[in-house]
């Protein structure tokens, strides 16, 4: 039987997989896929391929498991924090890029099911809720959006329906020390005792900690912070890690106040996902560990400090992502671009792919390493715009400009240093 959805306007893929996350946390006691097709407007072979994208991306970043019921219908398993963590993502992915779903699916049934509760009043909720955020803001002395008020709204509705008992979310003890010194814990105390009198019912303790963690992930990082303690010493640590680098690479930035605000942005919320052990959705580290092998370690050298200090220790994945932006930035501030290097080949790959990670660990900037046979490089020359030609096989002479290297393994310091000065001249 086909399923008709010309009345469901057509939606992106990204929007439908956002439909779907909300689904799987809505108070529905089943989801099965023909109601899924329905709601997004799309046909049974597509939902199924939007659910396995969807069960691959939550198990890869929130540890989750998509399961199917003995009645086929499918739910959400795994940790509660893992899963209030994937909500947190996926309510703030909804805010916008799905608010149609959102105001017209998920938070009417939400908020059917909390009025169906004999101790919870929503309308005092509702009209309650102005006057916490405006508290919240004097406390942590910022500023919510208008997003983060209806993310707010909609997740504690959440939190009380879930109602959970303290054994289901456990924090370690360094993680409750740490959000118990946090700013946001005086403010997740107001948000606590301020749910407790909306409920007859106590709240599980554990929900004071969480609100801390929930309002720290969706601070806002900025340049121009707070001026708390937490913020300074941040941007202490920040500022140690660009003297870090710069002593570690030999290499200075110009434009210092555009790097420590990106970092100060970037690092704030990293520090929490270390903390949490919160995966960071970086795809391309196979591709930074292999084209920015001396980025990576001198990257890595400099972020010891900053480990020490928080007594964390960052994934590859975020170590990646500091190291690309100290790279572009090292780019922008010398004005470097991207040097095309031709590598001649000839019958060896294993030791071609040596020298090429011999000539990448030689420098911090971005190369594009092109290949060619040493038969066509005889025949025809180097293409245009070539800033340097290496191989580690013996090659006729020529006036080939700019100079043939001949790289014999393993290079020696002064010719590591030769060809990290010609990679890096302006």
């Excluded at 739910?75 to 703030?92: P, T």
């Excluded at 809720?129 to 919240?136: A, K, Q, V």
């Excluded at 890690?241 to 919320?269: C, K, R, W």
Aim: net charge negative; proline share 5%; with cysteine.
């Amino acid at each position: 039987m086909s399923l008709d959805t010309s009345s469901v306007p057509e939606l992106s893929a990204q929007q439908r997989r956002c439909n779907l996350l909300l689904m799987l946390y809505s108070p529905s006691k089943t989801l099965q896929l023909e109601k899924v097709g329905e709601i997004n407007g799309v046909d049974l072979p597509t939902t199924q391929k939007d659910l396995a994208h969807l069960a691959a991306e939550i198990q890869r970043l929130h540890r989750l498991e998509i399961a199917t019921t003995r009645e086929q219908a499918f739910e959400l398993q795994g940790a509660v924090l893992d899963q209030r963590i994937c909500l947190i993502n996926g309510l703030r992915r909804a805010i916008r890029s799905s608010p149609d779903f959102l105001h017209h699916h998920f938070m009417p049934h939400l908020e059917q099911k909390l009025s169906q509760t004999v101790d919870f009043d929503h309308q005092l909720y509702c009209s309650q809720f102005p006057l916490l955020i405006e508290r919240l803001a004097e406390l942590l002395n910022r500023e919510f959006s208008p997003r983060d008020e209806q993310f707010l709204q909609v997740y504690l509705q959440f939190c009380l329906w879930q109602d959970i008992t303290p054994t289901q979310l456990e924090f370690s003890p360094t993680q409750l020390r740490w959000l118990r010194n946090k700013p946001e814990f005086i403010a997740a105390e107001l948000i606590f005792n301020k749910l407790q009198t909306l409920k007859s019912v106590n709240l599980a303790e554990c929900e004071r900690d969480f609100f801390a963690l929930l309002l720290t992930m969706i601070k806002n990082y900025s340049y121009d912070s707070s001026g708390s303690a937490e913020d300074l010493k941040l941007m202490a640590q920040i500022e140690t890690l660009v003297a870090n680098f710069q002593d570690v690479s030999g290499m200075t930035f110009s434009s210092y106040e555009g790097l420590i605000s990106q970092l100060f942005a970037h690092l704030g919320p990293a520090i929490e996902r270390c903390r949490f052990d919160i995966i960071v959705d970086s795809q391309m580290q196979d591709e930074v560990n292999h084209m920015y092998p001396r980025l990576m370690r001198t990257t890595r050298d400099a972020l010891q400090d900053i480990e020490k200090a928080y007594e964390i220790a960052f994934p590859g994945e975020e170590v990646g992502l500091v190291a690309v932006i100290f790279g572009a930035w090292l780019m922008q501030g010398n004005a470097l671009q991207e040097k095309q290097i031709l590598l001649l080949t000839d019958n060896n790959p294993p030791l071609e792919e040596a020298v090429e990670q011999h000539i990448r660990e030689a420098t911090l900037m971005p190369l594009n390493i092109k290949y060619q046979t040493l038969d066509e490089f005889h025949q025809h020359g180097a293409p245009s715009g070539v800033a340097m030609i290496v191989t580690p096989y013996a090659t006729l002479t020529t006036d080939a400009d700019p100079l043939v290297i001949y790289a014999q393994l393993p290079l020696s310091k002064d010719e590591r240093k030769r060809i990290r000065s010609l990679l890096e001249a302006q």
